[in-house]
T-cell receptor
Framework: GNSVTQMEGPVTLSEEAFLTINCTYT??????LFWYVQYPGEGLQLLLK?????DKGSNKGFEATYRKETTSFHLEKGSVQVSDSAVYFC????????????FGRGTQLTVWP | KAGVTQTPRYLIKTRGQQVTLSCSPI?????VSWYQQTPGQGLQFLFE???????NKGNFPGRFSGRQFSNSRSEMNVSTLELGDSALYLC???????????FGPGTRLLVL
């Protein structure tokens, strides 16, 4: 199959806590992997991506490593801020020329001061 | 460089009507994809256009259609609206289909 599974939310953390949002994928081939973030009332913003095994994507303190052996792409941040409160989506492409993303269900993150 | 723009941002329609949504991709991007986002189904792929041709389609009924113009702008149309079509419709563009997709703010459609 072709799917993306990410941990169910909501996730509630205090400011400066460590964040992990798990994401695993199934795919035939070698897709690129993405994390998108959606703030309330907005569209999706690309947070980070990785295009091949062992690549690490990083942006704004967030990191995720493409693990082919475990088919995972977990999102981590060492110290979250209130402004990180949003919905986070893990996604993969088809690993081909066709432009289509497969998304996880999203994880709502709320950070309290 | 301007991002992906979508118009209108909000729309209210009644059952049975039809609606057309518009998407202008980032300048130079030739691929445009459409997604429907609902609380129940999450993000679902509708279709992708590249150089005015639909080359990829999701599992939606024929009431959902789209097109792309020579300037890469795209429209999607939903005919005979149903209550279940209420959703956020997101457009994304990329240089080529396989490249990173950049999303617009979406059009929120409410069907009454």
């Amino acid at each position: 199959g072709n799917s993306v599974t990410q941990m169910e939310g909501p996730v509630t953390l205090s400011e400066e806590a460590f964040l992990t949002i798990n994401c695993t994928y199934t795919a035939t081939g070698y897709p690129s992997l993405f994390w998108y973030v959606q703030y309330p009332g907005e569209g999706l913003q690309l947070l980070l991506k990785a295009t091949k095994a062992d690549d690490k994507g990083s942006n704004k303190g967030f990191e995720a490593t493409y693990r082919k052996e475990t088919t995972s792409f977990h999102l981590e941040k060492g110290s979250v801020q209130v402004s990180d409160s949003a919905v986070y989506f893990c996604a993969r492409d088809r690993g081909s020329t066709l432009g289509r993303l497969y998304f996880g269900r999203g994880t709502q993150l709320t950070v309290w001061p | 460089k301007a991002g992906v723009t979508q118009t209108p941002r909000y729309l209210i329609k009644t059952r049975g009507q039809q609606v057309t949504l518009s998407c202008s991709p980032i300048s130079g991007h030739r691929s445009v994809s459409w997604y429907q986002q609902t609380p129940g189904q999450g993000l679902q792929f509708l279709f992708e256009y590249f150089s005015e041709t639909q080359r990829n389609k999701g599992n939606f009924p024929g009431r959902f259609s789209g097109r792309q113009f020579s300037n890469s702008r795209s429209e999607m149309n939903v005919s005979t609206l149903e209550l279940g079509d209420s959703a956020l419709y997101l457009c994304a563009s990329s240089l080529e289909g396989a490249e990173t997709q950049y999303f617009g703010p979406g059009t929120r459609l409410l069907v009454l």
